[in-house]
């Protein structure tokens, strides 16, 4: 199985710009061709959050757009920059989203990766949070599938990553997190958004990893006062790879193009 992981669109109203510079519309619109190219072709897309910018409906009615040229099934969560309203409303033709939850987590068991997203959404914060109902929610759907390689997937990644203007806005408590993790033993990898950046960690005992946006990245600056800077490196998105026996291999991808491929020897 092959999953493409895009995260942090931060997709405004049609024709505005994101902090005034950013066309974040042109950089999901050039992410999308380029995984409508990748040979072989994903099974799944996975758009861990931050869809749109201020979780407004027009911008929801403009993400749409963006994504209708994308003939690959596709599962989304929210992010902080997210409405579980607006974001339910846009894609109420997704039936794996629920319609009676106040939380947007679900489990996709299309393939033999199966997958679970968790909503770590606090309205109006930037930071995250697994409270009791969410982390019941995932010891019960753990439960169910105890032998089934599972693929976690959330917003805000519950792992430091040493930048610390976006770790103050990570997740609380992410130990509550790995002792629930700890009781089962399938999960293969945890995949995240949020800080704009390709990122691998280990969290729990498991790869963690955190994918960059496609248009923006946060500035890498691992001081302890590091000021919230962003920058326009490449964008990119991930891939992760399942085979049984050996598991979630991840890789990274940019967007745009580039010079080659050429052989090492002619």
């Given at each position: 199985m092959l999953i493409a992981?895009?995260?942090?669109?931060?997709?405004?109203?049609?024709?505005?710009?994101?902090?005034?510079?950013?066309?974040?519309?042109?950089?999901?619109?050039?992410?999308?061709?380029?995984i409508g190219l990748l040979d072989p072709r994903p099974d799944?897309?996975?758009?861990?959050?931050?869809?749109?910018?201020?979780?407004?409906?027009?911008?929801?009615?403009?993400?749409?757009?963006?994504l209708a040229p994308l003939a690959l099934p596709l599962?989304?969560?929210?992010g902080n920059h997210d409405s579980r309203g607006a974001l339910r409303e846009a894609f109420r033709d997704h039936a794996y989203l629920p319609a009676d939850s106040e939380f947007i987590h679900y489990t996709v068991e299309d393939w033999p990766l199966?997958?679970?997203?968790?909503?770590?959404?606090?309205?109006?914060?930037?930071?995250?949070?697994?409270?009791d109902r969410r982390l019941a929610w995932l010891d019960a759907r753990l439960a169910e599938q105890p032998a089934r390689p599972t693929l976690v997937m959330m917003h805000h990644p519950p792992m430091a990553t040493g930048i610390a203007h976006m770790d103050a806005m990570g997740?609380?408590?992410?130990?509550?997190?790995?002792?629930?993790?700890?009781?089962?033993?399938?999960?293969?990898?945890?995949?995240c958004g949020h800080v704009h950046r390709s990122i691998q960690a280990s969290f729990a005992?498991?790869?963690?990893?955190?994918?960059?946006?496609?248009?923006?990245?946060?500035?890498?600056?691992?001081?302890?006062?590091?000021?919230?800077?962003?920058?326009?490196?490449?964008?990119?998105f991930h891939l992760h790879l399942w085979r049984a026996g050996s598991g979630v291999v991840s890789h990274s991808a940019c967007v745009d193009g580039f010079p080659g491929p050429f052989a090492f020897r002619e």
């Open positions: 992981q895009i995260t942090d669109f931060h997709i405004r109203s049609e024709g505005q710009l994101a902090y005034g510079r950013v066309d974040t519309a042109a950089f999901l619109a050039r992410a999308v061709a380029r799944a897309v996975v758009a861990t959050g931050d869809l749109v910018d201020a979780g407004d409906p027009n911008e929801y009615a403009h993400l749409r757009r963006l599962f989304v969560l929210p199966r997958l679970i997203a968790l909503d770590t959404t606090i309205p109006g914060e930037g930071r995250g949070r697994l409270c997740l609380e408590a992410p130990e509550r997190l790995a002792q629930v993790l700890r009781r089962h033993g399938q999960v293969e990898r945890i995949i005992g498991l790869p963690a990893s955190v994918a960059p946006s496609t248009a923006h990245q946060v500035m890498l600056d691992l001081t302890a006062d590091g000021k919230a800077r962003y920058i326009l490196e490449p964008a990119g």
